[in-house]
């Protein structure tokens, strides 16, 4: 299986629970492997044949620029499906953390994996 990544993309997002959450942007960092639908791109070295990550990078900005979520689980879980799903990928990696939130607590966060059924 061959698995692209993308890792330490940080964004700001409003996430979380907490009144002041739901105004104040933090930002999150995220960090994902995906696994490739075919082993074809390494054969042609063409973009058609992979997954583009700057497509993926633009779809996960976009949805959190027009989403609210309160927790990092539902966070993690649509970023996952919309990897799936609109990619293709047969199988995804996300782990999302908020960084300096807890005093002493550099990040915190979760990690998932997804595989299409």
């Given at each position: 299986?061959?698995?692209?990544?993308?890792?330490?993309?940080?964004?700001?997002t409003l996430i979380?629970?907490?009144p002041w959450e739901k105004k104040i942007p933090q930002t999150i960092e995220l960090n994902l492997e995906i696994a490739l639908p075919?082993?074809?791109a390494s054969k042609t070295?063409?973009?058609e044949d992979t997954l583009d990550y700057s497509q993926i990078a633009y779809k996960i900005n976009s949805m959190l620029d027009q989403q609210h979520f309160s927790l990092l689980e539902t966070l993690t879980e649509n970023i996952a499906q919309m990897i799936l799903n609109e990619?293709?990928?047969p199988w995804v990696k996300v782990s999302a953390a908020k960084l300096d939130v807890i005093q002493g607590v550099k990040q915190l966060g979760i990690c998932i994996e997804r595989s299409r059924l």
């Open positions: 299986m061959d698995i692209i990544f993308l890792k330490e993309f940080r964004i700001k979380g629970i907490y075919s082993q074809q070295d063409h973009i990619f293709g990928s």
